[in-house]
Structures are given as structure tokens and as C-alpha cells.
């Protein structure tokens, strides 16, 4: 019913900046709360940010000074703006999307991407 494709991801040195893309499909994207997990390897995925139909939004501790979610519902797209990138954000960066709820829990979207991976180098 959704589809999201993410892009933007890549290799970069720490304190660095980087913007990745959610793109989507196959439902009003103005109705959708938006948002980010990563996953790390060997760890389990991770909220990140969140963004509600109405531009409510939530970051995560760890990144809430640093990075920054919006969205262009006119594109269909939601971004996740990513400053003073450190080694520890490396991760495959996931783009979801749920009905009404942005919080930070897996089991409140419904709809993933496939992944883009981020790699910061100290």
C-alpha cells in the first residue's frame, strides 16, 4: 500500500553532514507519519526521528542536537538532515511510515524501506 525509497546515504569523516531522502508511494502522503530507525551492525534497529502528518515531531536523545527531520509533502518526500556525524551513527539508515502514531516504536509503522547505509570514519 506504501512504498519508500530512501536515498542520500554514504561514506563520510566524522563532523561531517549528510541528507537522506524518503520517498513515497501508493497512499496520500500528506495522512502519514514519517519517520527514521537505523540499525547498527550486530545491534538491533534503533528509533531515530519522527515526524506526524501535521509536522509533529521526535528525535531520539543521542541525536537531537544534531540532527533533523522534516518533510515536503508537495514531493512526497521526508528527509532526516544529519550534522556533526560521528563513528557511533554509522548504521543502515531505514525510512517508515504508519497510519497516525509517531513514536518510537517498531510495532507503530507499517511501511519500511529497504535501507540506505551511513558511514562515518573517525
Known amino acids: 500500500q506504501v512504498q519508500l525509497v530512501e536515498s542520500g546515504g554514504g561514506l563520510v569523516q566524522a563532523g561531517a553532514s549528510l541528507r537522506l531522502s524518503c520517498a513515497a508511494s501508493?497512499?496520500?502522503?500528506?495522512?502519514?507519519?514519517m519517520g527514521w530507525f537505523r540499525q547498527a551492525p550486530g545491534k538491533e534497529r534503533e528509533f531515530v526521528a519522527a515526524?506526524?502528518?501535521?509536522?509533529?515531531?521526535r528525535l531520539t536523545t543521542s541525536v537531537k542536537d544534531r540532527f533533523t527531520i522534516s518533510r515536503d509533502n508537495a514531493k512526497n518526500t521526508v528527509y532526516l538532515q544529519m550534522n556533526s556525524l560521528k563513528p557511533e551513527d554509522t548504521a543502515v539508515y531505514f525510512c517508515?511510515?504508519?497510519?497516525?502514531?509517531?513514536?518510537?516504536?517498531?510495532?507503530?509503522?507499517?511501511?519500511w524501506g529497504q535501507g540506505t547505509q551511513v558511514t562515518v570514519s573517525s
Open positions: 515526524i506526524s502528518s501535521r509536522g509533529g515531531h
Open positions: 501508493g497512499r496520500t502522503f500528506s495522512n502519514l507519519a
Open positions: 517508515v511510515a504508519g497510519q497516525t502514531v509517531y513514536g518510537n516504536r517498531l510495532s507503530e509503522y507499517d511501511y
